[in-house]
């Protein structure tokens, strides 16, 4: 597998521009998992789903963050309309419940993002 | 709400030197802890899931303990190698068997040859 994959891997836009992350999971993960990293804050738990389910989105900054799991291939982090300080990098990440000691979660490379 | 606290913040070290990185936690109700691994403009490698019932957990020079008593896991490295230069992260659940990991700041590691 090629584990899991983002893009963009990088973006620069424009305070108040729409922008789009996209996630695609290892396949026969159920989970999903999307996190931001800055150097203040650290990483931070955005939002996860079980099985395409948001099932906790209290990470999410505010309500310009929005998030989607259409189905078990893809996802999408979408930022409308888009401030400095979201000037991060954001992953995904997934993994696979089951047994116990089946637990690790395995991210993506991120998406570097800059709003200018 | 689970704190989690990594000591040292920065460590530089020769190689060949075996060294310890700590991790502490508030809410020891946890199921398990992963230790992850973190290179510049990369994203994380888990390195070992280390269950609340195993207490040590080891893969090749690396070997995690795991005391949820004390609130304390340890990242043990032996015979460090300029490649384990990265940034090393503790991440509990945030209680129980959660999905939701808390991640620590990190210790940033830098091993010189």
């Known amino acids: 597998d090629a584990g899991v994959i983002q893009s963009p891997r990088h973006e620069v836009t424009e305070m108040g521009q729409e922008v789009t992350l996209r996630c695609k999971p290892i396949?026969?993960?159920?989970?999903l998992f999307w996190y931001r990293q800055t150097m203040m804050r650290g990483l931070e738990l955005l939002i996860y789903?079980?099985?395409?389910?948001?099932?906790?989105d209290s990470g999410m900054p505010e309500d310009r963050f929005s998030a989607k799991m259409p189905n078990a291939s893809f996802s999408t982090l979408k930022i409308q309309p888009s401030e400095p300080r979201d000037s991060a990098v954001y992953f995904c990440?997934?993994?696979?419940?089951?047994?116990?000691?089946?637990?690790?979660?395995?991210f993506g490379p991120g998406t570097r993002l800059l709003v200018l | 709400k689970q704190e989690v606290t990594q000591i040292p913040a920065a460590l530089s070290v020769p190689e060949g030197e075996n060294l310890v990185l700590n991790c502490s936690f508030t809410?020891?109700?946890?199921?398990?802890l992963q230790w992850f691994r973190q290179d510049p403009g990369k994203g994380l490698t888990s390195l070992l899931l280390i269950q609340s019932s195993q207490r040590e957990q080891t893969s090749g020079r690396l070997n995690a303990s795991l005391d949820k008593s004390s609130g304390r896991s340890t990242l043990y490295i032996a015979a460090s190698q300029p490649g384990d230069s990265a940034t090393y992260l503790c991440?509990?659940?945030?209680?129980?068997?959660?999905?939701?990991?808390?991640f620590g700041k990190g210790t940033k590691l830098t091993v010189n040859p």
């Open positions: 789903f079980n099985n395409n389910v948001p099932i906790d």
């Open positions: 396949s026969g993960h159920d989970y």
């Open positions: 990440a997934s993994s696979i419940s089951g047994q116990a000691g089946e637990e690790t979660q395995y």
């Open positions: 991440a509990p659940p945030i209680g129980g068997g959660s999905e939701k990991l808390v």
């Open positions: 809410d020891s109700a946890i199921y398990n």
